[in-house]
């Protein structure tokens, strides 16, 4: 899992923010404070479409006649296998900021739809030393096929050289992991292949997938779930245009996690997630989701020693709350990040304690959680993890409080964030890990002041 690093300055109400997206990150604090627009903004930039069509690029920049020159002295006439070096990562990484930064409100439009104030943003990416730009020549044969008394025959033609140019990634053993195939005809379109390698850049070290992987759970997923058959993908595709946000209601998040419950298909199920989605049907929503297949899919509830199948407009707030997640974890196509506002919602303390150990377990299958949270006792459990992992004598208290490896976590794959508003500006401050896990500052001050209240009013 790859850590990198986004910063902003007044945008909305959010004065500052230098924020480190982790293999768990979190952000709590006052409501009303921004949280939801950082996510949003988070979501934007891993699901960022790039091109010179739509964003322009600064050709007067440093950076930018860097690349240039780099890609020229690559020698075409022959195959290459080059490593990018970390002052063309950097390169690269420039461009995209003063991409961003060129057109900021067409990208803060694209996400949320509407205009909201963007002062700076800057992205960091820590350099991927196993980039390399390669050229080869792939031979390709073109056949007839007929037929002659009955029997198929084929005769090859002509064989046919077609140039590849690749941007790769490789793993730690040298092999290919993943990248991005630029057509020959168009490399010298350069504006093109820089914003193609950009992406890819981003791809390769933000979440290690494809961009359909990046799901995001918003608040108000009851609502959603109970009506997302009324907009079907194609209709939720159209209200959603850029062009014409003044026609639609929705975020970019919003809109295609609709258009992600709307595409869900029995032929999609995965085995990833196996284990969660028996934690979570066992133990916190006591039954199983399933879908009656009909044009659009329709879900059931079934409760945990029946048969009946239960519509969601007529099942309790936790399984309508947690049934996203389980179709997410269950059909959702490489799944690697995901995104939940506020977890906890509609969830009994015992339930949020269970939900922050399926967080936990998702994270450790590689999927980055980042997630926003009101819930001390979500953060409370996160604390006594991160302290029975370091523990000695783990595998005597694992055993006696049923946990497994799967629950543990380490305090190195956690970033946490707290969002204060303070005279109507919200501050962002990042959380450390000390001894007793992380100390949370919004909720112990609360607690604090009840306490306070509860030894005033003894009598």
Known sequence: MKNWNLKVKEFGKIKEADIEISPFTLFVGDNNSGKSYLMSLIYGIMKIKLNPFEYNINKESEAYKGIINWIQSLEMEKDFEIKVEENQFKLFINILNETLMNNKKRFIKSIFNTEIELGEIELTFKYNDRLYMKKTVRETFIEAVGENDNEVFSDILEREKEIEILFIEKDEHGRLKGGLRIPSEVFNKYDLVIFGIIQQIIKLNCFDCSTKGVCYLPTSRTGFL?????????????????????????????????????SISKDDLRETYNHIVKFIEEYIIDGKVEIDETPISDLKYIPNGSNEQLPMFISSGVITEMTPLLLMLKYKKDLCALMMEEPEMCLHPKLQWLISRALIQIANTD?????????????????????????????????????TEKDLITSDKIKMYQLDVIDHK??????????????????????????????????
């Not at 194609?234 to 639609?248: H, L, P, Q, V």
């Not at 007793?436 to 500052?441: A, D, I, R, Y």
């Open 226 to 262: 109970l009506t997302y058959k009324t907009l079907v993908e194609g209709s939720i595709k159209d209200k959603f245009n850029a062009g014409e946000t003044e026609k639609n209601l929705l975020t970019r998040p919003c809109s295609e996690f609709l258009t992600d419950l709307s």
């Open 367 to 403: 999927t980055q959680v980042i997630i926003t949270t009101h819930s001390d006792i979500i953060l409370q459990n996160i604390n006594n993890i991160i302290k029975l992992s370091a523990n000695s004598n783990k595998e005597k208290l694992m055993n006696e409080y049923r946990y």
């Open 426 to 459: 919200t501050t962002i401050t990042k959380l450390e890990c000390g001894e007793f896990g992380f100390e949370v500052p919004t909720f112990n001050k609360m607690l604090e002041d009840l306490l306070e209240q509860s030894r005033a009013f003894e009598e």
